[in-house]
Nanobody
Framework: QAQLLESGGGLVQAGGSLRLSCAAS????????MGWYRQPPGKQRELVAV???????NYADFVEGRFTISRDNAMHRVTLQMNSLKSEDTGVYYC????????????WGQGTQVTVSS
């Protein structure tokens, strides 16, 4: 059974850092594009960062160099290091996995809350 389990969310002051982690199971991790979305309060879900199966990364414009996404294929884990957090970074952060081509899938985690106090 495909599963993504996020951890590392919490409450932090503006300017602080958090490290989100996503542990994957039941998927072809090394063949999956992995990423993070977030949903701010009262807003739609939006892409934060993605790292492809080839470890090519892409970030939303609002990241502005503050976040770093990385993956560990041996551990089936993807992390999002978030620095210089702002109050507008508050939201629920979701991990996702996507594979195209043969036996495609899209899997989402349940989300982890990030709250940045100003």
């Amino acid at each position: 059974q495909a599963q993504l389990l996020e951890s590392g969310g919490g409450l932090v002051q503006a300017g602080g850092s958090l490290r989100l982690s996503c542990a994957a199971s039941g998927i072809s991790f090394s063949m999956s594009d992995m990423g993070w979305y977030r949903q701010p309060p009262g807003k739609q879900r939006e892409l934060v960062a993605v790292i492809t199966s080839s470890s090519v990364t892409n970030y939303a414009d609002f990241v502005e160099g503050r976040f770093t996404i990385s993956r560990d294929n041996a551990m089936h884990r993807v992390t999002l290091q978030m620095n210089s957090l702002k109050s507008e970074d508050t939201g629920v952060y979701y991990c996702y996995a996507r594979k195209k081509g043969l036996r495609p899938y899209e899997v989402w985690g349940q989300g982890t809350q990030v709250t940045v106090s100003s």
